[in-house]
């Protein structure tokens, strides 16, 4: 065997090579600008979807031919798509409007530096490589001023999170301003506790933010009730709260990125509620723009309906006459006159289109206002979708017909069964624990919280989840937990005092010891589905166990996942759809009921479904009911951290419950 190279010559040797990528992506970069001045002329779309599965397919199978698996080479290339998309966009827009072209741009923002808008605003101007003179202000209000006035050429207003929804004061703004909406980005929202170099998690007692994290945050804050909350105005002047204190007890909620503009450290990360919190942000200016036919568009205004019966349906009803997507509809009071309200919508349309004119003609003879508050290029590049077979992951000859079949056991000549086949076992397994039951049409309902801080509330809520229909609980989040053993016994003894099973949820693997002692079932997130070790330790186990599938695991992924507990022992294994990330959606997670189906059809483990991820208030009792119809063995329900929120969810839920049982 040759003696390894020392560990700094391959390091250096790895510094060498991404210099060398990061070379070969901007001439990718520059080769793509190319393209859309091309397209220019041609007046061709920005994007080829054709040509795009056909460049993904090809790279996928060079990719395994080098090693690499399917789904890191996609990752990979969605990226630098993505980013070729929005600069051809970028491009062509400018193009189309040169009178707007500048070397810099004076951006007004929501607060200072490091904010959640200023990192929006940084990213626009970088995306169009001009310099940003940013200028910070205090309100919406004094945004939109400092555009109107002139003193900045360019607005940034966020308009709505996929956590805690739209943002009204936004919304009244755009009512009365003569401001056009002239573009678009959405960034990835990750809020973290900052605080100074040395602190830790114990020592913090205040918290400064703005409210829209706290709302989002809501789950991770009801966790420490020793949090004093401090309000400010943005994220910056949170984090400047911090750095010009001398108290180490004090952090601020805000983005790794701008944490490092304050030299403040992540002490504890990923705080929001779900899983993909994005916020999306307009761009204000005091003039309209041109938006090229060859990039996608979306055209937002705002209309007032009469006040009779069936008047916004008929609004409405102009939109589908004319084949117009509206992707988002909000209303708003209007002020001074109580109970009408101003309707904001959004089209994927250009704003030139035949259709979209035709369409604002005839609503303008039938509302009693309407106005166009701008047209612009969408920014939401839906990746392209490859095909099972495209992406290579479908079993071969050489291994198997298809999932259930035999494959070959390293270890001998003979091939061994999937223990999670029907081949393996025809009948449909059944899991029983105390009340609940699981499995060959027994269909059980577990409601998912996090850990009351206040014991005497313990008996309370264990009695209302039992009435309303729940056999089992799901406790999360214990490791942000303060004496977190203790509580639990409480909480299981209230559990079990109303025949309620005690799940505890397993989202990082320091918290099996303590799940595996205090638990009826444990639950695997689907963040450790591909954890290997932790299934291999948790197979060896003798309670029953909840795998959740990971959002990007196909269905043959999720069932390997399975079959590393079943081979160490553990048959006790009921499955979890939380739901998937899709080529469709790029804001929150599509339930896969199709999955559903497959799994019903190749193995004979129960299947659970968590739509709580996956669906709003409106759409959950629907997905609900259809996972039930579609042989789901019971439903997983997560309930928010705040009290009222937990009442009106236990109502709502209860109402769901008695529905599927009757």
């Not at 992506?25 to 056909?54: C, F, G, H, N, Y």
């Not at 994005?278 to 003039?287: C, L, M, N």
């Not at 996090?450 to 809520?461: A, E, M, R, T, V």
Request: negative net charge.
């Amino acid at each position: 065997m040759s003696k390894p190279q020392p560990l700094n010559h391959t390091r250096e040797q790895i510094t060498a090579l991404d210099k060398d990528l990061l070379a070969l992506l901007a001439r990718r970069r520059e080769l793509s600008l190319a393209v859309a001045r091309s397209k220019e002329v041609d007046i061709r779309p920005i994007r080829d979807t054709q040509r795009e599965k056909e460049l993904l397919a090809r790279l996928v199978k060079q990719g395994r031919e080098q090693g690499l698996d399917a789904h890191y080479v996609i990752s990979l290339y969605q990226s630098i798509i993505e980013d070729s998309v929005l600069n051809q966009q970028a491009y062509l827009q400018g193009r189309a409007n040169p009178d707007t072209q500048k070397q810099q741009y004076c951006v007004a923002y929501l607060g200072a530096r490091g904010s959640y808008s200023y990192l929006a605003a940084n990213r626009y101007c970088d995306r169009r490589q001009v310099d940003m003179l940013d200028l910070g202000c205090k309100s919406f209000d004094e945004i939109v001023q400092a555009v109107e006035s002139g003193h900045a050429d360019y607005g940034f207003l966020p308009i709505e999170n996929t956590s805690s929804g739209s943002i009204n004061e936004v919304y009244d703004v755009l009512q009365h301003t003569s401001l056009a909406i002239v573009g678009e980005t959405t960034i990835e929202v990750g809020h973290c506790l900052l605080a100074k170099a040395g602190s830790s998690l114990n020592e913090i007692k205040t918290v400064y933010a703005h409210p829209q994290p706290i709302s989002q945050c809501s789950r991770y804050l009801s966790l420490h009730p020793e949090f004093k909350l401090e309000y400010c105005s943005s994220s910056a002047e949170a984090m400047e709260k911090v750095i010009e204190s001398d108290d180490p007890t004090v952090a601020a909620i805000g983005s790794v990125e701008g944490g490092a503009l304050y030299q403040l450290e992540a002490i504890a990360q990923e705080l929001a509620n779900q899983k993909v919190n994005q916020s999306r942000f307009i761009v204000v200016a005091r003039k309209a723009i041109a938006v090229p036919e060859q990039l996608p568009a979306k055209s937002t205004l705002i209309m007032a309906t009469g006040q009779k019966p069936g008047a916004l349906v008929e609004a409405l009803l102009v939109l589908k006459a004319h084949n117009l997507n509206m992707s988002k509809l909000e209303s708003r009071p209007i002020p001074g006159t109580p109970w009408e309200e101003m309707f904001y919508l959004d089209l994927d349309a250009n704003l030139s289109s035949d259709s979209m004119q035709a369409a604002l003609k005839e609503l303008e003879r039938i509302t009693r206002f309407i106005k166009v508050l701008g047209c612009y290029p969408c920014e939401t590049v839906n990746p392209t979708q490859l095909s099972n077979s495209q992406l290579m992951i479908e079993p071969d000859t050489s291994r198997a017909e298809h999932l259930g079949e035999t494959i070959p056991d390293s270890d001998s000549e003979t091939n061994k069964q999937l223990r999670y086949s029907k081949k393996y076992k025809q009948a449909a397994t059944r899991i029983t624990c105390g009340q609940l039951e699981i499995g060959d049409a027994h269909f059980g309902a577990i409601a998912l919280i996090s850990l009351p801080q206040d014991s005497s509330l313990y008996s309370q809520k264990a009695k209302l989840l039992k009435e309303a229909g729940f056999q089992a609980v799901v406790l999360e989040g214990l490791s942000r937990q303060q004496d977190a053993t203790a509580n639990i016994i409480e909480f299981k003894k209230a559990l079990h005092q109303f025949d309620l099973e005690c799940i505890i949820s397993v989202e990082h693997e320091t918290e099996l010891k303590l799940a595996k002692e205090q638990a009826s079932i444990l639950l695997v997130t689907g963040k450790q589905m591909s954890n290997k070790a932790l299934l291999k330790r948790i197979g060896s186990l003798h309670i029953p166990v909840i795998l959740e599938r990971n959002t990007m695991a196909n269905v043959q992924e999720f069932l390997e996942a399975a079959e590393s507990i079943l081979e160490q022992g553990n048959q006790q294994l009921i499955l979890c759809e939380s739901g998937v990330r899709t080529f469709n959606d790029s804001v929150m997670p599509s339930l896969d009921l199709a999955a559903l189906v497959d799994i019903k059809a190749m193995s004979h483990l129960p299947i659970l479904i968590n739509p709580s991820y996956a669906s709003t208030a409106d759409t959950l009792p629907s997905h609900a009911k259809a996972a039930k119809q579609l042989s789901a063995d019971g439903l997983i329900l997560n309930f928010s951290s705040t009290t009222d929120s937990f009442s009106d969810e236990l109502t709502a839920y209860g109402e769901l419950l008695r529905s599927l049982y009757q």
